[in-house]
Structures are given as structure tokens and as C-alpha cells.
């Protein structure tokens, strides 16, 4: 089973920078798994915030930004502030058509 | 505007089958790939099911033969079908638009309690 890596949690200063990563429990992330990327905020439902690796859905500010680093899908977010704390996930299309969850990062802005 | 409009979420007893309903208004059902998504208290999402633009179903392992997803042209409608449901089908559920192999936009979930 395909299990798509995260980093439970992460702070950042306001005004700092923070990147999360997504992984595979085996294998590297390329763009061909077309790398997603989505905030939650308690009680409500999820925000898409990046796809195609580093395409901001609209609306979305520029201080976060997709991309490939290494063996992993990035997101980095330049410039904290304290209403992007939330919990972040990442999406991995697989071959079969199906699509995975990352275990989600919770970011605290303090 | 776009928007998509969730119901059918209820309490059920382990066993029980249900039916899930997303509205969808300002797209079209037809030509749109629709996934449904679920998150259990305290949890991460999970991706359940897709319906591509041409029809083609995809089902996650942990759904598959249990779930079904489904759509009603003439009302605009995505369904997931449950069935034979568990207590750890409990969740929040969610339809999403599919665009470029993201979810673009997310209904605002309903939710499912198996007890």
C-alpha cells in the first residue's frame, strides 16, 4: 500500500519561512504525479492551494509557492502569517487513477 | 456562481447502506471529473472514488465493492452510493471538482455516523 509521507507538524515565526514536504513510503516524487496541495481549517472544508506541482489555484497568495526538491513535493510558504496556520496536505496521482492523501502537516504560525 | 450543494449524511447502524448527494451548480456533472473525499474525526482526508468526464469509476482499495459513485444528468447530481457501512466509515464527506488532476473546488462535506 502506497503511503505518502508528511512531517506531523512544523512552526514558523510570522514573516518567516517554512517548507513541507511530500515523500513516497518508497520511490520519489516526480511531476508526473501531478503534486497537490491543500490548507484546512478547523471545521471547514479543504482550500486548494497549489496543483501541477507549483500552479497557484486562484486567489491564492503569492507567498506560497510548489515545487520538487529533491526526491519530494514542496510547498513553501515565504512570509508566515498567522492565518495560514492550519493543517496542509499533499496529493499524489497514481497510475491506476486513483489518488493519495499525504498524512498532513499541521503548521503553527508563532 | 459555481457551487455544490451536500446531503444524505445521517447516523446509521453498522450494516445499513446510505446514499450520498452533491448538487452542483454553475458546472456540469456530466462533463466534469467528481471525486468524493472523507475525513474521520481527528484524521487526514482520504480519497474514496472519481467519475471521469467519459464515465470511467475509480474506487480506493479500502472502498471497493462496497462504495459506489454515480451521477443523474438531468438533476445535476454526483452520488456514493454506501453500502454494508462500518463504524470506521464515520466521517465528514466531501464531493470535489476535479480540474488538471487536482481538486479544484470542494463541497462543504456531510457528515456520516456508523453506531
Known amino acids: 500500500q502506497t503511503v505518502v509521507t508528511q512531517e506531523p507538524s512544523l512552526s514558523v515565526s510570522p514573516g518567516g519561512t517554512v517548507t513541507l514536504t511530500c515523500g513516497l513510503s518508497?520511490?520519489?516524487?516526480?511531476?508526473?504525479?501531478?503534486p497537490s496541495w491543500y490548507q484546512q481549517t478547523p471545521g471547514q472544508a479543504p482550500r486548494t492551494v497549489i496543483h501541477n506541482t507549483h500552479i497557484r489555484s486562484f486567489g491564492v497568495p503569492d507567498r506560497f509557492s510548489g515545487s520538487i526538491l529533491g526526491n519530494k513535493a514542496a510547498l513553501t510558504l515565504t512570509g508566515a502569517q498567522a492565518d495560514d496556520e492550519a493543517d496542509y496536505y499533499c496529493?499524489?496521482?497514481?497510475?491506476?487513477?486513483?489518488?493519495?492523501f499525504g498524512t498532513g502537516t499541521k503548521v503553527t504560525v508563532l | 456562481e459555481v457551487q455544490m450543494v451536500q446531503s444524505g449524511g445521517s447516523l446509521v447502524q453498522p450494516g445499513e447502506s446510505l446514499r450520498l448527494s452533491c448538487e452542483v451548480f454553475?458546472?456540469?456533472?456530466?462533463?466534469?471529473?467528481m471525486s468524493w473525499v472523507r475525513q474521520a474525526p481527528g484524521r487526514g482526508l482520504e480519497w474514496l472514488s472519481g467519475?471521469?468526464?467519459?464515465?470511467?469509476?475509480y474506487y480506493a482499495d479500502s472502498v471497493e465493492g462496497r462504495f459506489s459513485i454515480s451521477s443523474d444528468n438531468s438533476k445535476n447530481t454526483l452520488f456514493l452510493q454506501m453500502n454494508t457501512v462500518q463504524t470506521e466509515d464515520t466521517a465528514v464527506y466531501y464531493c470535489a471538482r476535479m480540474f488538471r488532476d487536482a481538486f479544484e473546488i470542494w463541497g462543504p462535506g456531510t457528515t456520516v455516523t456508523v453506531s
Open positions: 518508497s520511490g520519489s516524487v516526480s511531476t508526473a504525479y501531478f
Open positions: 454553475g458546472f456540469t456533472v456530466r462533463t466534469s471529473y
Open positions: 467519475v471521469t468526464d467519459g464515465g470511467t469509476t
Open positions: 496529493v499524489l496521482k497514481m497510475g491506476s487513477g486513483s489518488y493519495v
